[in-house]
Every structure is written in C-alpha cells, then in structure tokens.
C-alpha cells in the first residue's frame, strides 16, 4: 500500500512540475518588449540601441517568411542562472534554445552588442542572436497552423529545422553571389557531428543538410514551402541522392 501512495505522490508532483514548466512568466518577469518582441529574465535587461538593432534584423527575417503573421508577439525567455532553468533541467532541457507556441527559452545570456547569445565558453556554446531568434520565431509562426494540442508537430523534424535555417540564413542565401554548393562542400568537408556556420558559431550538422535540402527544393527547383508541407514524397531520403548528383 505504501509503494502505491507513493508512487501515486511522485506521478502527481511530476505532473504538477511538467505543468508548471509551461509557464516561465510565472518565474521570470518581464524587463522590456521591442515591436513583436516581449523579454523575460532573471537580471534587468533592457532594449537600447543594439538590442534594438539585432530585434529589428530578426523581425525583417521573419517577415519572409510564409507563416508570417503581423499580429504575432514573440516572447524572449532568457532563463541561465534562475530557478526556472533548474526546473526545465530536471526534465532533460540543455538546448542553448527551443521553443514552444509563442515562448522561446534560451539557456544563455544575450550580448545584444556583439550579437551573440551565450551559455558557456565552449566553441559550441555560443549562437548569434539574430540567426537564433529568426530560427526559434518560424517555429513558433508554424505552431500556429501545424502544431497538435499539446504541442508537439505534425510536420516532420526535417522539413521544421530546414525552413527555420532557411529563413535564419537568408541574409545569406538571398545573396547574388550565393552559391548552394560551397554550403554543401562545407557540410561535406566536415566529418564530425558540428559544422561552423557562415556566422562562425556551430551548429549540429544535420541542421545544415536539413537546410541544405529546403534551399535546393525552395532555390533551385522553385517549389512553394505549403506545397512541400503534407506531400510525403518531399523528403531527404529522396532529395539528398538528387542533391549529390547535383553537385558530383
């Protein structure tokens, strides 16, 4: 009788936390908001100039993209050293950054006046500021219309980080002299799980295929994103081979 009280006690105080981790106003305030922006931290933070600047970049990216809604309002958990990141932790959360509807968390502080969000000294351990914020803010654009009740998905894992990176990186890829196969050499040439990003930060390289995959269907063969969305036959395990042939 006693094991089942008590694990009746422990399924009920997991369920109270994983119910209370979906809040993260309820453990940080708000210390400033910046046109669709609202930010949340455990220290004062607020919006001068460059921050200003790196919000502005990341709203104009957003702008492109095709789940862009003007009424959107994004808020900026910047969660390292408060008790909210303690909780988030017991659940297995380490991501410099992740998302859910409207709520983005970053495990890092921001360092608005070079740009760069950063958790720790690790060469791994750092992003810039407006690459992750556009990202983490096409998540939340298609939480809107592809997200199940309780938050998860239904567009597959690739299609979700390649259409962010897309987005995140077309200060790049709009470019004249942008080229998709010096960004597939360079996830070619690199044989480890990490791969440098044009911003000199790392990202996980499978990030950079799925990326590399939604430039060659968006850049290259001309296809439309809501298209591409709920058509099983778009997917890498078909366009990779493509892509390699493309570029032998």
Not at 143 to 157: I, N, R, V
Not at 210 to 218: N, W
């Amino acid at each position: 009788m006693w094991f089942k009280r008590l694990l009746l006690i422990l399924t009920a105080s997991y369920l109270c936390l994983l119910l209370i981790v979906q809040f993260p106003q309820w453990f940080i305030s708000e210390q400033s908001s910046y046109g669709p922006f609202k930010m949340y931290a455990g220290e004062p933070l607020s919006c001068d100039l460059p921050c200003q600047v790196v919000l502005d970049s990341a709203h104009l990216l957003l702008k492109q993209s095709a789940f862009y809604q003007a009424d959107q309002v994004f808020e900026l958990y910047f969660v390292q050293g408060t008790l909210y990141e303690k909780l988030i932790s017991l659940f297995g959360t380490k991501n410099i950054a992740s998302s859910k509807h409207n709520k983005h968390l970053y495990i890092g502080r921001p360092d608005f006046q070079n740009g760069i969000l950063r958790q720790g000294d690790h060469p791994y351990q750092w992003l810039n500021l407006v690459q992750i914020i556009s990202h983490e803010g096409v998540h939340s654009q298609m939480y809107t219309d592809y997200a199940k009740w309780w938050g998860s998905m239904q567009t597959p894992a690739w299609l979700n980080e390649g259409y962010c990176e897309y987005i995140a990186y077309q200060p790049f890829n709009q470019s004249p002299h942008y080229q998709l196969r010096a960004t597939y050499d360079r996830y070619r040439s690199e044989a480890g799980e990490w791969v440098q990003t044009e911003h000199g930060a790392y990202t996980p390289k499978i990030y950079l295929r799925d990326r590399i995959v939604m430039e060659y269907l968006l850049l290259e063969r001309g296809e439309e994103i809501h298209s591409i969305i709920g058509n099983p036959t778009y997917n890498p395990d078909v366009h990779w081979p493509q892509i390699v042939e493309r570029f032998r």
